[in-house]
């Protein structure tokens, strides 16, 4: 059966203490696997300045985390992200709608193709010779 892969992508507070952000990735795994999907991966960012002051905090503690499941997980992780105080702001993203979590995940997704980087310098410096020459009539038309 064909599962949803996701991402959530939050900031806590960076005041916290290491224990309650083991908590706080403790009771999010917990979610993920009461509701009937798992975790792939769950990293910390570390603390970074935010772009734009959140909840009177200028600095946040970044975390991402990947997870599959069914299409009421990701309602549920928000509802809980929502009531934690810890967390200043959160956004999930559904990567694939299709996902096989017994599949290698480079098969998952096509490599992106391959340019060669000497034809394709070769046609932007003809580009711009063709260009040049076209501007250069188009300036003689201009002028006359």
């Known amino acids: 059966m064909y599962q949803r892969k996701y991402e959530v992508f939050f900031i806590v507070d960076p005041d916290l ?13 917990e979610v993920v696997n009461r509701e009937g999907g798992s975790v792939l991966s769950y990293n910390s960012w570390g603390k970074k300045k935010l772009a734009y002051p959140v909840k009177k905090r200028t600095r946040g503690h970044y975390f991402l985390m990947e997870f599959v499941g069914g299409s009421g997980l990701p309602q549920e992780l928000e509802r809980n992200l929502k009531i934690d105080e810890r967390v200043l702001r959160f956004i999930t993203v559904k990567l694939d709608d299709r996902y096989e979590p017994g599949k290698d995940e480079s098969t998952q997704v096509p490599p992106p193709p391959s340019f060669d980087d000497a034809s394709t310098e070769e046609k932007s410096s003809s580009d711009s010779s063709e260009m040049t020459e076209q501007e250069e009539q188009e300036q003689g038309q201009e002028n006359e």
């Open 17 to 29: 203490p290491d224990s309650d952000l083991k908590s706080l990735e403790t009771r999010l795994k």
